[in-house]
């Protein structure tokens, strides 16, 4: 199967907020745009150690903002067109439905039940009129499937999570609760993921 070069967004104000992002269409910020562009320096370096050409990759993104724009950034640094990309739906981040703009402890404040069952079940829970991670690796095991070379992604933690899912590498439970940091470039290949920073 291919390989898969995947870069979570860089940084928001929303993260630095700890404010549930979802399909909410927030830019980066200053930290994230360098994030990004530390990316882009780690990913070419991977790439000449993987004997590849930058050119002959595929690229595509979420379709939000946040992701595109790392995803320009991480391709400035490879030399390469930026917006020659395409985008895909099904890497958009998990939906956090109504909990979307709202910090952990807001939710608390208003559902302390709810955050308290998302805890016991993160895997299988759905936020009110959101998706559960059960969901989430349902669609991007269905994006992965269509990939037909080397691909560097651009997406979202929720998203890196499904694909750990659908690999295998961490139980489901585990794999919805993985660390998934800005400024890291992950490569999925043969099974297994490694992260370059």
């Known amino acids: 199967m291919p390989v898969l070069y995947y870069i979570r967004h860089g940084e928001t104000d929303w993260n630095v907020e700890a404010r549930l992002q979802g399909h909410r269409d927030t830019p980066l910020n200053g930290r994230g745009r360098q994030q990004a562009g530390t990316c882009g320096d780690i990913l070419r370096d991977l790439l000449v150690r993987d004997g590849r050409a930058a ?47 709202m910090t952990l402890a807001e939710i608390a404040a208003r559902d302390a039940s709810a955050l308290a ?54 139980p489901h ?12 470039v992950y490569v999925f290949a043969d099974g297994k993921m490694a992260r370059y920073a």
């Not at 020659?84 to 939906?95: F, G, P």
């Open 55 to 101: 050119v002959d990759c595929a690229y595509v993104s979420s379709p939000l903002i946040r992701a595109r724009q790392t995803m320009e950034l991480v391709r400035t640094a490879l030399d390469l067109e930026p917006d020659d990309y395409d985008t895909d739906n099904r890497l958009i981040e998990i939906s956090f439905g109504d909990w979307e703009g």
């Open 117 to 170: 069952q998302r805890e016991q079940d993160k895997w299988g829970f759905r936020p009110p009129g959101g998706e559960s991670y059960r969901d989430v690796t349902a669609r991007v095991g269905a994006w992965y499937a269509t990939l037909t070379q080397d691909t560097v992604a651009t997406a979202h933690g929720g998203v890196a999570r499904g694909l750990i899912a659908h690999f295998g590498i961490l």
């Open 173 to 184: 439970e585990e794999a919805a609760h993985a660390d998934i940091a800005h400024g890291v």
